[in-house]
């Protein structure tokens, strides 16, 4: 069964950089598909934050993507995220996922089919 | 940037059907995806690939995807349905959400 868990502060301060990291288990990242962050603030939708290729290759939301990044530790099978720059809209709940695809194209299916439990971070002085 | 669009809220009695739908331009082009989120809960992917469904998930959950629209469809809902439904999709390499349909069972 594959599982991943999220861990980093759950408090940062304002101007600040926000560090998460997910830990996989039950799948070896090295061994291929994409890798996610979405984050949900308090009481609104999801919001994708950014994808990763097992072989390091990211993809960002266009309205993120100056302040974040995504990267790999495939010797602790775990990927990272960090934003920099944070303020209290950076406030919520960040979770991380797997696709199970080796194609981000759209000529093939592109879901999300396991997601962590989720980490609540909020950003205060 | 691609948007898609949810209604924010669709209501069904119990034993009804309940239909969500998801807009966005020549979505049916696209491969559709919906989860299921309960209060305080983490997504569950319940339709990927427009109408396929993940090992565990109840045939009453079903999808279809044509034109500019995608639909979840919830056949003899159950109170325990009662949750929050994103879409989603890809379009040119970015993952887009739709805003989610909070469905009350009455």
């Known amino acids: 069964q594959v599982q991943l868990q999220e861990s980093g502060p759950g408090l940062v301060k304002p101007s600040e950089t926000l560090s998460l990291t997910c830990g996989v288990s039950?799948?070896?990242?090295?061994?291929?598909?994409?890798w996610g962050w979405i984050r949900q603030p308090p009481g609104k939708g999801l919001e994708w934050i950014g994808n990763?290729?097992?072989?390091?290759?990211?993809y960002y939301n266009p309205s993120l993507k100056s302040r974040v990044t995504i990267s790999v530790d495939t010797s602790k099978n775990q990927f990272s995220l960090k934003l920099t720059s944070v303020t209290a809209a950076d406030t919520a709940v960040y979770y991380c996922?797997?696709?199970?695809?080796?194609?981000?194209?759209?000529?093939?299916?592109?879901?999300?089919?396991?997601w962590g439990r989720g980490t609540l971070v909020t950003v205060s002085s | 940037s691609y948007d898609l669009t949810q209604p924010p809220s669709v209501s069904v009695s119990p034993g009804q059907t309940a239909s969500i739908t998801c807009s966005g331009e020549?979505?049916?082009?696209?491969?559709a995806s919906w989860y299921q989120q309960m209060p305080g809960q983490s997504p569950v992917l319940v339709i990927y690939?427009?109408?396929k469904r993940p090992s565990g998930i109840p045939e009453r959950f079903s999808g279809s995807n044509s034109g500019n629209t995608a639909t979840l469809t919830i056949s003899g809902t159950q109170a325990v349905d009662e949750a929050d439904y994103y879409c989603?999709?890809?379009?040119?390499?970015?993952?887009?959400f739709g805003g989610g349909t909070k469905l009350t069972v009455l």
């Open positions: 996922a797997r696709v199970p695809a080796d194609d981000i194209t759209g000529l093939s299916p592109y879901h999300f089919d396991y």
């Open positions: 039950g799948y070896s990242i090295s061994s291929g598909y994409y």
């Open positions: 990763m290729y097992h072989s390091g290759s990211t």
């Open positions: 020549k979505l049916g082009d696209k491969y």
């Open positions: 690939q427009d109408s």
């Open positions: 989603q999709a890809l379009d040119r390499s970015v993952v887009v």
